[in-house]
């Protein structure tokens, strides 16, 4: 029996669980809808406040309705009551407490029954009702024979009212207990004055017909206001629609144009707002599409035309090339300011063959001729053949590269060719720039990305030109001296480089704190990463602890 109760208590478990998840995903799917649906919006709103309009007109309605009922049945029943109390005035004159009270009272009422109906108000009859004459002082009450006990009906309250009220008509509205049943009688009472000790009539005028009234004026007022908003949720659907189509398909068609079909127009069909929208649209879109193809043929141009002058400078540089070589050997038999230009030539040409090489890269990088050949390597050997690179010009600047490097080997999926190239123009970077001070190379990885950063405590970048460092030819202050002479293609190579990888190359610096350079790639192509091993800007060494099993490692230059 235990065993049983634990299936069914574990099967209402599970039972539970799926609910409150199908709840939640309808949730969710409603949600988004809401987000992204104007139509369902502009509907529900609507809606809301039709249903709140419709709410306060039914119940002023119903309480009109139920007052004007109300009221004119007090005024007929309040006309009849007086009508009533002649009669019995009349029926009770020489009314005494040695007479027979009892007979008097009876004899009257059925006066009252069989004559107070036929009485016309003004306003119109009261409808039926039952009368009750009391004599408190006598303690006798006399009541129609169809009714049990209507006296025990008429609330203590109501009679001492009547009592003490000078001769004035009262009328309230009770509810009694009839059989088990709630029945609301309007009750107006009245003191007899001819009769001696004194009499009271209450008429007991049963609301059932108005009841029943505003039970069909609510229903009504319910059913119609159900129909109404029906009504109002399709009008306004309807209306939407007309307004929300037309603007979907405009989205349709902005999404398919952003995404390379610059061919794609809107329907214009009419002379409305909304045909005017797709003609604007229409006309935008073709004055895009010229712009781009004008764009690309330009750029085309510009690519063929620095590749066509890269390759044509190649043979005249290559003839001055062995010229200033033979120069430059023979610069011991010049005088001193002859020698000094040879060796000037020398180094301007070198510049000058770096130049075009990074052009040529960068015109293949554009036309996207380029491919990645990647293979697994080891990322700290990368670091320090970079390093070994640029040992020449950080002995020059008087820098001293940092290295920061893990005790395993860290394998990633790169092509080691364009690394190390991208750290080597980090390296450059920092040390023509980090003011003779240390430059810090750290190397990091996690399980789905490796991260290296370059860091100098130099000159720094002011706010906005960590965006432009990457910018082709851009120089954070031309006045400056280089010591390193690049091209002002490194970083923007760098960056192509990068992304040809799937990964990113980040910049961050502040004016007299120096920069940091991150380069983030993933350890296996067609594979994303979601976040960098290395932070960015960089912790500093007085509060970051260092990484674990990692050695730092000195290059002097």
């Known amino acids: 029996m235990s065993a049983f109760l634990t299936r069914q208590l574990r099967a209402l478990v599970v039972a539970a669980t799926r609910l409150v998840a199908t709840g939640r995903r309808r949730s969710a799917a409603f949600g988004d809808l809401w987000r992204r649906s104007l139509q369902l919006r502009v509907v529900v709103s609507t809606l809301a406040l039709g249903s709140a309009v419709v709410f ?11 007052e004007r009922l109300v009221g004119a049945k007090e005024t007929a029943a309040v006309e009849q009551t007086r009508a009533a109390v002649q009669i019995a005035e009349r029926e009770l004159v020489g009314i005494s407490a040695t007479s027979d009270v009892t007979n008097r009272l009876k004899g009257a009422l059925n006066k009252l029954t069989t004559i107070a109906p036929d009485q016309q108000s003004a306003s119109g009859s009261a409808g039926a009702f039952e009368p009750v004459l009391v004599s408190d002082s006598l303690g006798s009450t006399a009541a129609g024979p169809d009714v049990a006990g209507p006296y025990d009906d008429v609330p203590k309250s109501l009679r001492e009212f009547v009592l003490s009220s000078n001769n004035n008509t009262v009328s309230q509205i009770f509810t009694v207990d009839r059989g ?14 001819s009769a001696s000790p004194a009499v009271q009539l209450y008429m007991l005028y049963p609301l059932t017909a108005e009841q029943r009234t505003i ?18 949720a399709g009008i306004t659907n309807l209306v939407t629609r007309q307004v929300v189509l037309p603007v979907r398909r405009a989205a349709r068609a902005a999404e398919r144009f952003a995404d390379g079909e610059l061919d794609e127009r809107m329907v214009v069909a009419g002379e409305d707002d909304v045909a005017r929208l797709a003609q604007s649209y229409n006309e935008m879109a073709e004055s895009i599409e010229r712009q781009i193809r004008q764009l690309e043929e330009f750029g085309q141009l510009q690519r063929r ?33 002859l020698a000094r230009s040879t060796e000037l030539l020398v180094d301007e040409l070198d510049r000058f063959e770096t130049l075009l090489a990074d052009l040529l890269e960068i015109s293949r990088l554009d036309a996207g001729v380029e491919e990645l050949v990647s293979e697994y390597a080891d990322m700290r050997a990368i670091a320090r053949r970079a390093v070994e690179s640029v040992r020449v010009i950080a002995r020059r600047s008087g820098s001293e590269v940092v290295l920061d490097l893990p005790d395993e ?5 790169v092509e080691p060719r364009r690394v190390e190239r991208i750290v080597r123009n980090l390296l450059a970077n920092a040390i023509d720039h980090g003011e003779g001070r240390p430059v810090e190379l750290c190397l990091a990885a996690n399980d789905d ?32 001296n280089r010591h390193t002479g690049g091209t002002g293609l490194g970083l923007a190579i760098s960056l192509e480089d990068a992304r040809l990888h799937g990964g990113g190359l980040d910049a961050w610096g502040e004016p007299g704190e120096g920069a940091c350079f991150r380069l983030t790639l993933p350890r296996r192509q067609d594979e994303e990463y979601s976040n960098s091993p290395l932070p960015l800007p960089p912790v500093e060494p007085s509060t970051a602890a260092p990484p674990p099993q990692s050695v730092p490692e000195e290059v002097s230059p």
């Open 215 to 232: 039970g069909v004026v609510q229903s009504t007022l319910l059913v119609g206001g159900m129909v109404l908003m029906l009504l109002l």
């Open 449 to 480: 990305a490796v991260a290296i950063t370059v860091r100098d405590h130099g000159v720094g970048l002011r706010t906005g030109e960590a965006e432009l460092v990457f910018n082709r030819f851009w120089r954070a202050d031309p006045s400056r």
């Open 56 to 66: 306060v007109l039914g119940m002023v309605l119903q309480s009109q309705i139920t």
């Open 409 to 413: 080997e860290i394998v990633a999926e």
């Open 180 to 193: 088990g049943e709630a029945v609301t009688f309007l009750m107006v009472g009245a003191p007899v004055t």
């Open 305 to 337: 035309f620095t590749s066509d002058v890269s390759h044509e400078l190649r043979t005249p540089l290559t003839t001055v090339r062995m010229a200033a070589d033979v120069l430059h050997a023979s610069r011991k038999q010049f005088p001193a300011g």
